[in-house]
């Protein structure tokens, strides 16, 4: 593997020797009169308004950076016979900043119209261009002159309802005040602000033009008085506040439209309102009550822009609408209500999506397919219903045979659920809750098959109902109070028959070397249990932001039918083998919480930090001596540590030498290293390379990556797989890497490469591989074959994905 390294890094180097060969002057390509911006200066001007004033020159003249990639990556593709093309103009990297006078000019004169909005009255802006050698360098130098302050604020509002209106409630949202300095900015929001209060409180025909400011900076001593006009309508009445009268709630015959404008006009005269709305369905395809649920626009209540909002929001969230549109038509008479319209127009209600990938890394490689079928629209009220049929199989690696020669796992899968737009809780009448976002009740069924070569088989049958609402745009809610899960294992390891000694002896080590795991693997359960999950900030996820995530979650299962077993005066002994039982099935008691909390810093421009924390822990108690199999915990993978491939970490100081054979070890691949506890940490730099590459941008990240899975249950035969905090330093795994990200706007696809620095499988110094991978890396490889055959020790781990890790 360390040559492959050196080839990747040779080929790299290649690479950027190439790019900066062709790209190293693009002066070569311009024309004799034309030079190319290089370095763009702005003197004399506060720092806190640099970057926002450096925004103002023109994109076209502003340098690319100091490295200029975007530039180099250009020349080679839009370059032909010594000048750059004027036709077939490839996208790929930018173009240089060709110099050009009147672009200059025009980013003085903005930048000194910005000086102004913020308050430099008498800012004077100058540029000076030096040109040495086809390359030239821009300077903007400007004498801003003292600052105006505030010193006055008066209010101009002829209506007097208006004005009080305005005076109650502007201490609420004004960014102006007595001593400030000028800023254009403040008065732009507080219009805005002033704009919102007005329709939220009636006012349906307001519109921003009636908010004027004039300023007065003739005082001395660089004071300005700022005067807020509210202005009554051009024809000198005064501004009306309508209430809502009927509302009209229209949906359309298909997804082409309003065809058949004959049949609403005769829909419109045959229906009555019936509590303030006429629902009129022309696709027959919709239940009145799920629909007008989601109608905030309530008969007699006065206008309000927030609750027309709320309403395209909600009624685009159902997803079964292409097309909202909300009109509103003023009464005939003189009573001031407005009569709004709401025409929705379907979309197609069902879809089968067939999906598969091939995830694959240095040791294995498999396939998955799946058939989804989806209906947006199930019971005629927004139900969505799907059904999904999915299978795949894993295989590992090995030299000089075919791909799928080595099976190690089979999966399949069936699962069903149906998700209703509301919150439906038994005998209780639950408000309504669809102010910050859409509710769910969903409830779901599946049928799990995993087959492990040799091993194992798994069935599990899982049925749940869950709760979704949103408390706020920020803090999302996900109970689920019933979820019950059947589990059938069985163990395919033959240790009874001694016909084959040699395979005997095998299945026999094997069994005896993850006997803990293996057991889990085969045990008949039963589960009924609760989950809960709060997410904090997840909406801005992708967002170039500065701020915290977090996401919490607790699967807790057992104490209801452990309470019930006490109350009926039974007692078991779990321990040795004697559970509590239901249908049969000794049923899991056990809580396992888990928690991942994120802090995202903006550095500027496309630049990112993120560190993570990504913890949880298994427990079980009571009428369980050890939690499912499916709850234990795994480190590595393309969202963990990532230099190493998933279930190949951990746990603890775990090294898989001490299973003896390599067919027992081979067998053992994904089962024996996983654990009851987990500690990640991930700290990545995010940063642009290309902003035009094949219609998307191609986005690089330097990381680091720390952590591993322990075990805490008793009964596991390897002592060094067990958490010990005064061990914690030897028992962290330590990985770097870069990451390329291709963002097409709607996806993103990554690639990342990790190298392994701190192994905890070793012992004391030998632990730090990096210095293996720097030197003696072959020898070290050849050894760890030789102990751990078929096992083959990589430093490097690349792992592809869709979407950004974290």
Request: aromatic residues 14%; positive net charge.
């Amino acid at each position: 593997m360390i040559l492959k390294a050196y080839k990747y890094n040779i080929l790299t180097i290649l690479l950027f020797i190439l790019v900066f060969i062709a790209g190293c002057s693009s002066t070569k390509y311009i024309e004799d009169y034309q030079s190319i911006v290089t370095k763009v200066k702005i003197d004399s001007i506060d720092k806190q308004f640099e970057e926002q004033a450096y925004n103002y020159i023109q994109k076209d003249i502003r340098p690319s950076g100091t490295i200029g990639l975007n530039v180099k990556i250009y020349n080679i593709f839009n370059t032909k016979n010594g000048k750059y093309k004027t036709a077939n103009i490839k996208p790929l990297g930018s173009p240089p900043p060709i110099l050009d006078s009147a672009l200059v000019e025009i980013s003085r004169n903005q930048i000194e119209k910005f000086l102004k909005s913020k308050g430099y009255f008498n800012a004077k802006v100058k540029s000076e261009i030096k040109v040495v050698k086809k390359k030239a360098k821009l300077k903007f130098t400007a004498a801003p002159g003292s600052p105006y302050f505030i010193n006055k604020l008066s209010y101009d509002i002829p209506d007097a309802t208006i004005k009080g209106n305005f005076l109650r409630e502007k201490d609420g949202f004004t960014h102006l005040r007595v001593g400030m300095q000028y800023d254009e900015d403040s008065l732009a929001h507080d219009r805005e602000q002033i704009y919102q209060m007005m329709r939220q409180n009636g006012y349906r025909y307001f519109e921003r033009p009636y908010v004027r400011y004039e300023p007065d900076s003739s005082q001395r001593n660089s004071k300005v008085s700022v005067k807020l006009i509210i202005d009554n309508p051009f024809d000198g009445s005064k501004h009306k506040v309508f209430t809502i009268d009927t509302t009209d709630i229209i949906i359309a015959e298909n997804s082409d439209g309003f065809s058949n404008l004959q049949r609403l006009s005769d829909s419109l005269k045959n229906n009555k309102a019936v509590r303030g709305i006429r629902f009129i369905d022309l696709s027959n395809k919709f239940r009145r009550n799920p629909i007008v649920r989601y109608d905030f626009l309530r008969a007699g209540e006065i206008y309000d822009i927030r609750k027309e909002n709320l309403t395209y929001d909600r009624l685009y969230q159902l997803n079964v609408f292409k097309n909202v549109k909300i009109e509103y038509t003023p009464a005939k008479d003189s009573s001031n209500r407005v009569h709004p319209s709401i025409f929705l127009i379907p979309q197609k209600r069902m879809n089968n999506r067939i999906e598969g990938e091939v995830p694959f890394n240095d040791g294995t490689v498999g396939f998955t397919l799946s058939n989804t079928y989806t209906n947006n629209n199930f019971l005629k009220g927004a139900e969505r219903f799907q059904f999904q049929v999915k299978g795949g199989l894993q295989a590992r690696k090995i030299e000089n045979k075919s791909i799928f020669d080595d099976i190690y796992q089979r999966d399949f899968s069936v699962s069903a659920s149906l998700s209703i737009p509301r919150l439906m809780i038994p005998f209780i009448t639950v408000p309504m809750m669809g102010k910050n976002g859409m509710p769910y009740t969903t409830f779901s069924t599946s049928y799990l098959y995993a087959l492990q070569k040799n091993i194992t088989a798994r069935r599990i049958f899982i049925n749940a109902i869950s709760y979704d609402w949103v408390e706020t745009k920020s803090k999302l809610h996900s109970l689920t109070p019933l979820n019950i899960e059947y589990r059938f294992g069985s163990i395919l390891i033959d240790t009874l028959d001694k016909s084959d000694i040699n395979k005997y002896n095998e299945n026999k080590e094997l069994l005896e070397s993850n006997f803990y795991n293996i057991k889990l693997l085969g045990r008949k359960d039963f589960t009924l249990g609760m989950k809960y999950a709060y997410t904090l900030n997840g909406e801005k996820l992708l967002q170039n932001r500065s701020f915290v995530y977090f996401k919490g979650n607790i699967d807790i299962a057992g104490n209801l039918l452990q309470l019930t077993s006490s109350a009926f005066g039974s007692k078991h002994d779990p321990a040795n083998g004697d559970f509590g039982r239901i249908f049969g099935l000794p049923f899991n008691q056990y809580v396992r919480p888990e928690i991942d909390v994120r802090w995202y810093r903006n550095l500027g421009g496309d630049r990112q930090f993120i560190a993570r924390l990504n913890t949880g822990v298994g427990y079980a108690y009571g009428n369980s001596t050890a939690i499912p199999f499916e709850k234990l915990f795994y480190a590595g993978g393309s969202s963990g540590v990532r230099a190493w491939q998933a279930r190949t970490l951990g746990p603890g100081n775990y090294n898989r030498d001490v299973i003896a054979s390599a067919t027992a070890r081979n067998a053992s691949f994904g089962i024996d290293q996983l654990g009851q506890m987990r500690i990640e940490t991930n700290f990545e730099y995010r940063y642009s390379m290309i902003d035009k590459l094949f219609g998307g941008k191609l986005k690089g990240a330097a990381f680091v990556d720390m952590g591993n899975i322990w075990n805490i249950s008793a009964g596991n035969p390897q002592p060094e797989t067990y958490f010990k905090f005064n061990q914690l330093h030897k028992q962290i795994a330590i990985g770097t890497g870069l990451g390329f990200r291709y963002d097409v706007e709607f996806f993103v696809f990554r690639f990342d490469l990790g190298l392994k620095v701190k192994d905890p499988q070793f012992v004391g110094a030998e632990q730090w591989v990096i210095n293996k991978f720097l030197s003696g890396g072959k020898s070290f490889k050849e050894n760890y074959k030789i102990t751990h055959n078929p096992d083959i020790y990589r430093f490097v781990q690349y792992n592809f994905g869709i979407g950004f890790p974290f």
